[in-house]
């Protein structure tokens, strides 16, 4: 389960940027987590709510926006949504495609008492 560690890795940040503004909690977070990204929702949330007791974040409350994952042909440049990494071109057949998201996991907010 490295979404343990993803979570710890938040924490890092989340804590050094509530130092920086000397919020008294972090009441939300945010995340914006791709289909493709490696991570699974479900599990952050758990992972979150575990890790957040006896922190700044301890009553915070995890919003997660899950992203498709978006290609586009290089060939035709249409753009399509795909449930996998096995890709194919809905127009035109071929695999020369560009991700454009649904990949990645990112920090999208976080809100602080200060």
Same mark, same amino acid.
């Given at each position: 389960?490295? !979404? +343990? ?12 940027? $509530? @130092? %920086?503004? *000397?919020?008294?909690? #972090? ?14 929702? !479900? +599990? ?12 700044? $974040? @301890? %009553?915070? *409350?995890?919003?997660? #926006? ?49």
């Amino acid at each position: 389960m490295h !979404e +343990l560690s993803l979570i710890a890795n938040l924490f890092e940040i989340l804590e050094e940027k $509530a @130092a %920086e503004k *000397e919020a008294k909690r #972090i009441l939300s977070v945010k995340l914006q987590v791709g289909l493709l990204s490696g991570a699974v929702p !479900e +599990l952050l949330k758990t992972s979150f709510d575990i890790y957040k007791k006896d922190t700044i $974040a @301890a %009553e915070a *409350e995890l919003e997660i #926006i899950e992203v498709p994952f978006k290609v586009e042909c290089n060939v035709c440049q249409t753009q399509m949504i795909k449930d996998d990494l096995v890709a194919v071109c809905d127009a035109c057949g071929s695999i020369d495609l560009k991700t454009l998201q649904g990949t990645d996991l990112f920090l999208l907010k976080m809100d602080v008492e200060i």
